[in-house]
T-cell receptor, first 114, second 113 residues
Framework: EPEVTQTPSHQVTQMGQEVILRCVPI?????FYWYRQILGQKVEFLVS????????KSEIFDDQFSVERPDGSNFTLKIRSTKLEDSAMYFC????????????FGNGTRLTVT | SQQGEEDPQALSIQEGENATMNCSYK?????LQWYRQNSGRGLVHLIL?????REKHSGRLRVTLDTSKKSSSLLITASRAADTASYFC?????????????FGQGTTLQVKP
């Protein structure tokens, strides 16, 4: 069964550094999402992306965050200047369609900001 | 409370017993979904129930939806040690038309062999 692939599985970075998290969506999926999960907490929506543009973003997704699909395959989440509170698991998810299509999640990237 | 709140927060049962988890939400929904998460892994979709459905089955899973009470339950019958995981409900309100899901806090299920 096709999978959503995320790299790296674990990223350690220093506060203030830029990080890029990568996701390879399932090939025929059109809707892409980033979620994050701080340790022990709920999964939180960050941003949705469709047709090469952001369709919705949460309050968490401030100017330090950006997403793009530079080559038509990889879907990336960039954090420009990481903060300690950005430490979390970041999950990419994709869906084939809206209105009842389940999300397919990758295994996540554990980001640790020191 | 926030959209998609599960109870109990933690549940410990013996193998072979049934496990019931509940979810409450606040806004109207298009559908409600249940996901499973093994420790340190991504979420796996289990079952989706639409707002016009009341009950749905998939293998050992049974989901109910009561839109008048804004609540759902997930029943796992004849549990196995491999069912040990966290279970999350997630709602699609459809208001944003982006497919965004709002997740609850989750129920941590431990099935003892």
């Amino acid at each position: 069964e096709p999978e959503v692939t995320q790299t790296p599985s674990h990223q350690v970075t220093q506060m203030g550094q830029e990080v890029i998290l990568r996701c390879v969506p399932i090939s025929n999926h059109l809707y892409f999402y980033w979620y994050r999960q701080i340790l022990g907490q709920k999964v939180e929506f960050l941003v949705s992306f469709y047709n090469n543009e952001i369709s919705e973003k949460s309050e968490i997704f401030d100017d330090q965050f950006s997403v793009e699909r530079p080559d038509g395959s990889n879907f990336t989440l960039k954090i420009r200047s990481t903060k300690l509170e950005d430490s979390a698991m970041y999950f990419c998810a994709t869906a084939m369609e809206l209105g009842g299509s389940p999300l397919h999640f990758g295994n996540g990237t554990r980001l640790t900001v020191t | 409370s926030q959209q998609g709140e599960e109870d109990p927060q933690a549940l410990s049962i013996q193998e072979g017993e049934n496990a019931t988890m509940n979810c409450s939400y606040k806004t109207s929904i298009n559908n409600l979904q249940w996901y499973r998460q093994n420790s340190g892994r991504g979420l796996v979709h289990l079952i989706l129930i639409r707002s016009n459905e009341r009950e749905k089955h998939s293998g050992r899973l049974r989901v109910t939806l009561d839109t008048s009470k804004k609540s759902s339950s997930l029943l796992i019958t004849a549990s196995r040690a491999a069912d040990t995981a966290s279970y999350f409900c997630a709602t699609d309100s459809g208001s944003s038309n982006t497919g965004k899901l709002i997740f609850g806090q989750g129920t941590t299920l431990q099935v003892k062999p």
